[in-house]
Structure formats: C-alpha cells, structure tokens
T-cell receptor
Framework: ETGVTQTPRHLVMGMTNKKSLKCEQH?????MYWYKQSAKKPLELMFV???????ENNSVPSRFSPECPNSSHLFLHLHTLQPEDSALYLC???????????FGQGTRLTVV | QKEVEQNSGPLSVPEGAIASLNCTYS??????FFWYRQYSGKSPELIMF????GDKEDGRFTAQLNKASQYVSLLIRDSQPSDSATYLC??????????FGTGTRLQVFP
C-alpha cells in the first residue's frame, strides 16, 4: 500500500447530494489533514487532527464535516455543496512535531 | 493573516542552468520551511526542508533561509526538463500546521 491513499479519485455530485471522501495512511503518523486546492489559489488548510483530536477548523463552512475514527483514517463528509466548492481535495499526514506532510493523490470534486 | 508569497511564474530556464525559486513569509515566529514539487495533475511531494539560517544542500537542490529577511529560496542546479513542475513553498507556524504559497511554475526547456 502506498503511504496515503484517497478514494474516490474523482467525484461528481449534485448540490443536494451527500457524499464522503476517504483517506487512509499507512505511515504510522499521528496527524492528518484536509486541504483544498483551487486554481490560482494556495493550498487551503481545512482541518487538522492530532491523535484523532481535531485541533484546527480553519473557518470551513458546516457543509464540510470531518471525521477521524482512528489515527489511520480520515473522512470528509459533504452535503449541500455549492459549485464553488469544486476543487481538488487533498489529504495529508505527518508525524506530529515535524511539520512536513505526505499527501495523497487527491479527490477531484465537481459540484453540478 | 499569515501569508506565504511566491511569484507564480512561469520561470523558464534552459536545460543545464540554475533555477532560482523564491518565497517570502509574513510571520517572524515561523519555525520551519518546506519546498514541495507538484507535477501537473499530481499531488505535492516534499523535496526539501530547512530549519536554520543558511544553506542546505541535497543533490542538485539547495535550500536557503534568511530569517532576518523572512526569505527562503530553492536553487536547482543542472536543471532538467523533468524538473518542470510547480514548486510550492510552505511554512510551519505551529507543530501541526503548514501554510502554503501559491507556487511557482518552472519550465525547463531543452
């Protein structure tokens, strides 16, 4: 298994749908992250979990709901999204205290 | 608002030349600094990190940090077409939070 795995790789959803993004890391790291990458914008940090506890919620709208059942898995639950939420959603993990991050391949989300 | 600034480019260099990528950051309390490479359609991958003032070399890559000027750079020696990618500068403000710049697109032409 590669270090950080995200599923699905591509997702198209309507504004009334509910879907979930999944991330799994096999690196033994203690911290996991959700980032959003839109065209012409820097990577935006959305959520941070350290030892399964959420330590950061970067003013993300409530239509995005994270879940971290254990230190290896991270979910992003999506509901009633807007077209401007279309972006690449990247999951990452790191060993707490070291700051570097290993990224998954991302989920390309399109909201129609 | 903590910020990380990069010139979006593209920066075009001929094969074999030195590519110089620059980044400035706003918070003097920043602890550590990272360079990521992102190929088109792929996710970012870590290529260098630096914590102390001065230079750090790893193969063809050299990271340079000047905390007084709040400036970090990445030099790529003997640039190859395979180095063509977007290079993201990232700054660590706390132990678990990375702030990214918009990235600089590098094009190395044969």
């Amino acid at each position: 298994e590669t270090g950080v795995t995200q599923t699905p790789r591509h997702l198209v959803m309507g504004m009334t749908n509910k879907k979930s993004l999944k991330c799994e890391q096999h690196l033994g790291h203690n911290a996991m992250y959700w980032y959003k990458q839109s065209a012409k914008k820097p990577l935006e940090l959305m959520f941070v979990y350290n030892f399964k506890e959420q330590t950061e919620n970067n003013s993300v709208p409530s239509r995005f709901s994270p879940e971290c059942p254990n230190s290896s898995h991270l979910f992003l639950h999506l509901h009633t999204l807007q077209p401007e939420d279309s972006a690449l959603y990247l999951c990452a993990s790191s060993q707490t205290g070291e700051g570097d991050a290993f990224f998954g391949q991302g989920t390309r989300l399109t909201v129609v | 608002q903590k910020e990380v600034e990069q010139n979006s480019g593209p920066l075009s260099v001929p094969e074999g030349a030195i590519a110089s990528l620059n980044c400035t950051y706003s918070d003097r309390g920043s602890q550590s600094f990272f360079w990521y490479r992102q190929y088109s359609g792929k996710s970012p991958e870590l290529i260098m990190f630096i914590y102390s003032n001065g230079d750090k070399e790893d193969g063809r890559f050299t990271a340079q940090l000047n905390k007084a000027s709040q400036y970090v750079s990445l030099l790529i020696r003997d640039s190859q077409p395979s180095d063509s990618a977007t290079y993201l500068c990232a700054v660590n403000y706390n132990t678990d939070k990375l702030i990214f710049g918009t990235g600089t697109r590098l094009q190395v032409f044969p």
